[in-house]
């Protein structure tokens, strides 16, 4: 007597079951977003036809522009400054030691953890202390002090997959300390470095907070110019350069990972 096998059905794991309710969570207000950016009508509320002025509109706002161009300006600025320093803070965390230097070490990640509004209230008092008045060179100060923490953060996880023999096999064949560093270490560290100038730069591109409490007169970056208009209700124009600032944020960061990650194959 031939018996067949009885067919079973697939079981839905509910890991996937889950997964798919947090994505849904998580990006059903960005499509919803997206889809109203191409909507003809002036109000979010109801769909009139497919429209792309918009898009259009958003490259001849005068203020718009402006608001990026300061926001570009920052962005770099700050990337550029903590490119610098947070590397040389890296290496020295990393190669060296001085009294007190796991209380450094606590002290230079801790922009990490502290709240956005506790770094942007200690900014502004500190400004007002000695009296500097408020312009875009105090954002992109303040923008240092969390992107410094970042890209010495990335850089630092970067230089603890490197063999330390290289550098002391440069300096026995007669290199000197600056060699080593710039011939030997440098390139080893460069993908880290670009990751962490990436996700910095995403970071100090879309901060309202911090740079909301110390900008000056006639400064306002892009997320500042946004939140002042969404006061009066969300415009398809609004839409429209939400949905273009999430795909450049989103192509950097995913850059940025590709960077780390072929950095730690190496």
């Known amino acids: ?64 522009v402006s608001a990026l161009q300061n926001s570009l300006i920052v962005a770099f ?13 890296a290496v020295g965390l990393a190669r060296y030691q001085f009294p007190l230097k796991k209380l450094y070490r606590g002290i230079s990640y801790l922009p990490l953890i502290i709240p956005d509004i506790a770094i942007a209230v200690a900014t502004l008092v500190f400004l007002a ?31 603890s997959h490197l063999n330390p023999h290289l550098e002391e096999a440069a300096l026995d064949l007669g290199a000197t300390p600056v060699q080593a560093f710039i011939k ?11 990751a962490g100038c990436l996700l910095a730069f995403v970071l100090s591109l879309d901060d309202f907070l ?35 600032l999430i795909l450049a944020s989103a192509m ?3 850059v940025a990972e590709l960077i780390r990650a072929y950095g730690d194959e190496i």
């Open 77 to 89: 600025s700050a990337v550029i400054i903590s490119a610098v320093l947070g590397t040389l803070m």
């Open 184 to 194: 030997v270490l440098l390139p080893q560290l460069m993908p880290g470095i670009v």
């Open 1 to 64: 007597m031939n018996i067949s096998p009885s067919s079973k059905k697939p079981r839905v794991v509910w890991q996937a079951v889950l997964s798919v309710i947090i994505f849904i969570f998580m990006y059903l207000p960005i499509l919803v977003l997206a889809f109203y950016s191409f909507n003809k009508s002036p109000y979010s509320a109801t769909w009139q036809g497919f429209t792309l002025d918009w898009y259009r509109q958003l490259f001849n706002d005068e203020r718009i």
């Open 210 to 244: 911090i740079a909301s409490f110390t900008a000056g007169s006639g400064s306002n970056t892009l997320p500042m110019e946004i939140f002042s208009r969404i006061r009066t209700g969300v415009k398809p124009d609004i839409n429209a350069l939400s949905v273009i």
């Open 252 to 254: 950097v960061a995913f």
């Open 129 to 159: 202390a000695f009296a500097i008045p408020l312009s875009l060179w105090t954002i992109i100060a303040a923008h240092v002090v969390f992107c410094l923490a970042y890209v010495g953060l990335v850089v630092a996880s970067r230089l």
